[in-house]
Nanobody, 117 residues
Framework: QVQLVESGGGLVQAGGTLRLSCTASGIRFSINAVGWYRQVPGKQREFVASITSARSTNYADSVKGRFAISRDNARNTVYLQMNSLKPEDTAVYSC???????????WGQGTQVTISS
């Protein structure tokens, strides 16, 4: 059974930092791409960042230069380092894994990130 578990969310002030983790089990993690998405109630889910098995990365314009995605295949974990956080970054952040960033099959439950102004 494939499982993705996010952690690291919380409440921080604007300008602060958080590091989210996405830990996978039940899949050959190293050959999968992983993406981070976020969603605010009443709005569509929004792409944040992705990383391929070859460690190629992609970011939404809104987070470029502030967020960094990385992976540790030995730990079956992908990280999202979030710096210079803004209130508009407040959302539930979810990770997903699949053969490529456009073919993400498995999703986690999400972790809440709240940025206070």
């Amino acid at each position: 059974q494939v499982q993705l578990v996010e952690s690291g969310g919380g409440l921080v002030q604007a300008g602060g930092t958080l590091r989210l983790s996405c830990t996978a089990s039940g899949i050959r993690f190293s050959i999968n791409a992983v993406g981070w998405y976020r969603q605010v109630p009443g709005k569509q889910r929004e792409f944040v960042a992705s990383i391929t098995s070859a460690r190629s990365t992609n970011y939404a314009d809104s987070v470029k230069g502030r967020f960094a995605i990385s992976r540790d295949n030995a730990r079956n974990t992908v990280y999202l380092q979030m710096n210079s956080l803004k209130p508009e970054d407040t959302a539930v952040y979810s990770c997903a894994a699949g053969p490529s960033p456009s073919r993400l099959r498995y999703w986690g439950q999400g972790t809440q990130v709240t940025i206070s102004s």
